[in-house]
């Protein structure tokens, strides 16, 4: 059986299936990465310290946030500065804006349609016009959220090294709050939903990396932790975390303690799971879902016990914004050579920016790790072990599994390019 | 009913942001959705097709392998769409140009690249790159929508007009223009400086709206006079090399160099011209 999927559909990005059996055992399977490099760790060397998270974030469209705050977070520890409570804040609140965003438009308009078996979400809206409004609501709200504190959500405006050029005002906070409570009933929908999905039947137990905090869900900053036991600073990332290049991608495969390991919503909640919201863990038990997962499709269920948690915790960051007003700060920032590395959870899981200025403040050097790199070479180990298991189904169905798998890591192509 | 005006998305190098706030449009794109078949969009639908009427492109080209692809688009299209910085400008990616490949190449990819550049194996496609360039620079383009990312409103109101036909003006003054119109403060009047003069507007002055500056985006306007913005520049404190950073950012193909030295060439009135002045640009 032969399978080649030219630019598969509902991701991020451009890359292929090649896959193949010979009398029902594994040829060949990978995931070919054919995506244009766009050398941002290149062109963006001589950059001034303030325009780099303005380049930066524009390495991807999906998770522009995750990727401003990760050059932000990294190029205020190399020139040392220290951020206030309230930036940290409105930081948490837009990063759960990113992941209900991105979560929504994954499971709602990426993934469902190969539970129901649709090639798009576009049958939908006749035959579920309910499900569609309610998606693009779970999905609108979430971008409008990052809208209301960033400018912008792809490509966020007022998020600079420090703080923000602009507050945001208490009433558009307030009609946040009020959106995010009106999503409950929808996250109760989409919890019934996942109830209803066939998820297929394939386990492979894995390396699962994340951040971690001491005493909060992490979306960023915290050590990087591997579920085989490891942990490690983010500035010594490079100890453990080592990329290297394949002659089938034009992103780079990384690899930490095995020789594979998996980032994003499975990895987060398998590892950080007891830190969600307890409305997350309700949702988790009644969909009857013990940590750790090891079938890879859960990844998608996981995506969904994170929009929950985020729903919630974004409600009382808005409480607490709400109760304690927000203050115009001012920014002074003095340049000064240094390397900094800034480490967020981005919807598809771990990312790394690294920086090095000089004294001028300009970037001398920059490398970033992007999630759905690191989670390439899983991903082809993946299908290396579900194909010999699906021997026997018809050619459609293999295919539909593998299109489906690789759709189950959510990946942002363009930006494990870069 | 009458066969609706087939639209199809592609892209090539970029972050497919454009493409994504389409689709966060919400409710309205499903009322655009009525009144065309949307029939091909690789990041939304997996339903393919070779027959369309409108292509929307977003993405530099940044692949000689890649052009082949945008040409068969071209032919099969009545209408093409550029999408965003990347295809109308070339796109942040294009500041690459600056730099040696070579160079850029091993920096990413290491020994793996060192080891074999020069040689059969350092011309193995994952290693392709050549230089970025806007989609206008391969294909004939029928409608810019600038920005980075587009503008959402701009991009239904470039929908409607070609789905009836009527054509679409491109917004051609200064983003200072809309700013003004916001009665947002001017950047300079807070003692920094910013793009706006110079960059072409549509995006509603979203970052000055922020508080922070414009980075010109939406690349230069027509008739620009930079010489006249980069003594502006000048006076703010800037050397040379950051206004042509400032510049390069976005519109690296626009040559802002030339410009400069063309407007230099120019006989100039003592003053510098500003945005608000009477006299007229260069």
Request: overall charge negative; aromatic content about 6%.
């Amino acid at each position: 059986m032969e399978i080649r999927v030219d630019h598969i559909t509902r991701v991020e990005g451009h890359g292929n299936i090649l896959a193949s059996l010979e009398n029902g055992r594994l040829k060949q399977a990978i995931f070919e990465v054919v995506e244009a490099n766009r050398f941002f760790e290149g062109f963006m060397r001589g950059r001034d310290w303030e325009e780099v998270a303005h380049l930066a974030t524009r390495i991807c469209g999906i998770c522009a946030v995750s990727h401003c705050y990760a050059s932000l977070t990294a190029t205020e520890a190399a020139l040392g500065i220290e951020v206030s409570k309230q930036t940290k804040l409105l930081r948490r609140l837009t990063m759960n804006a990113e992941q209900i965003s991105s979560h929504a438009l994954h499971v709602y308009f990426l993934a469902a349609p190969d539970f129901l078996r649709l090639q798009s979400v576009i049958p939908l809206i006749q035959k579920s016009p309910e499900t569609v409004a309610r998606a693009f609501r779970l999905k609108k709200t979430g971008y409008d959220m990052g809208e209301v504190v960033l400018g912008r959500h792809t490509h966020p405006v007022a998020a600079v090294p420090g703080g923000f050029t602009l507050m945001p005002k208490l009433s558009e906070i307030s009609a946040v709050r009020e959106r995010l409570v009106a999503l409950r009933p929808d996250l109760e929908a989409t919890v019934e939903l996942c109830k209803t999905l066939e998820v297929p039947a394939f386990e492979r137990e894995t390396e699962y990396v994340s951040l971690r905090q001491p005493d909060h869900y992490a979306w960023i900053g915290g050590d990087i932790v591997s579920s085989d036991g490891s942990s490690v600073t983010a500035e010594n990332y490079r100890d453990a975390i080592q990329e290297y290049v394949v002659t089938h991608s034009t992103a780079k495969h990384v690899k930490w303690t095995r020789d594979a390991y998996r980032v994003g919503a499975l990895s987060r909640v398998n590892n950080n799971w007891k830190q969600l919201r307890p409305e997350a863990q309700g949702a988790m038990k009644a969909l009857g879902l013990k940590p750790p997962m090891h079938n890879p499709y859960l990844n998608t269920v996981a995506q969904v016990i994170e929009l929950i948690h985020c729903v919630e915790d974004s409600i009382s960051a808005c409480a607490q914004i709400l109760n304690e007003g927000l203050q115009e700060e001012d920014i002074v920032i003095k340049p000064r050579p240094g390397r900094g590395v800034g480490v967020v959870e981005a919807p598809r899981g771990l990312l790394i920016h690294d920086y090095t200025y000089d004294e001028r403040g300009r970037l001398t050097k920059a490398n970033c790790t992007i999630p759905t790199g690191m989670n390439y070479a899983n991903l082809d180990r993946e299908m290396q072990a579900l194909l010999p298991t699906v021997a026997d189904q018809p050619k459609d169905e293999v295919q539909r599994l593998l299109e489906m798998l690789v759709r189950a890591y959510d990946p942002c192509i363009s930006c494990s390019v870069h | 009913m009458a066969d609706k005006p087939r639209v199809a998305f592609f892209d090539f190098a970029c972050c497919e942001g454009c493409q994504l706030t389409v689709l966060s449009i919400g409710m309205p794109l499903v009322t655009l959705l009525q009144h065309v078949d949307v029939v091909t969009w690789r990041e939304a639908l997996s339903e393919k097709s070779d027959q369309f009427d409108i292509a929307v492109i977003e993405g530099s080209i940044s692949r000689d392998s890649d052009v082949a692809r945008l040409k068969a688009i071209r032919e099969k299209a009545k209408v093409v769409v550029a999408l965003g910085a990347c295809a109308t400008l070339g796109g942040v990616q294009g500041q690459g140009n600056l730099f040696n490949r070579d160079e850029l190449r091993a920096l990413v990819y290491g020994d793996a690249y060192s080891s074999v550049a020069g040689s059969e194996l350092g011309k193995q496609w994952i290693f392709e790159a050549s230089e970025v360039r806007p989609i206008s620079f391969e294909i004939q383009v029928d409608i810019n929508i600038h920005g980075c990312p587009i503008n959402a409103d701009e991009f239904v109101a470039v929908m409607e007009n070609v789905l009836v036909g009527r054509p679409y003006r491109q917004p051609n003054e200064a983003v200072c223009y809309e700013c003004k119109l916001n009665q947002y403060e001017c950047v300079y009047d807070r003692g920094e400086i910013c793009l706006g003069p110079v960059t072409r507007c549509g995006c509603n002055a979203i970052c000055t709206s922020k508080g922070h500056r414009c980075f010109g985006c939406r690349g230069l306007m027509d008739e620009v006079n930079l010489h006249a913005a980069k003594d502006v520049l000048q006076e703010h404190g800037l050397r040379l090399d950051d206004i042509l950073g400032m510049f390069r950012m976005y519109s690296l193909r626009a040559e802002p160099e030339k410009k400069i030295a063309e407007a230099e060439e120019k006989p100039r009135k003592a003053e510098p011209w500003r945005f608000g002045s009477t006299t007229s640009p260069v």
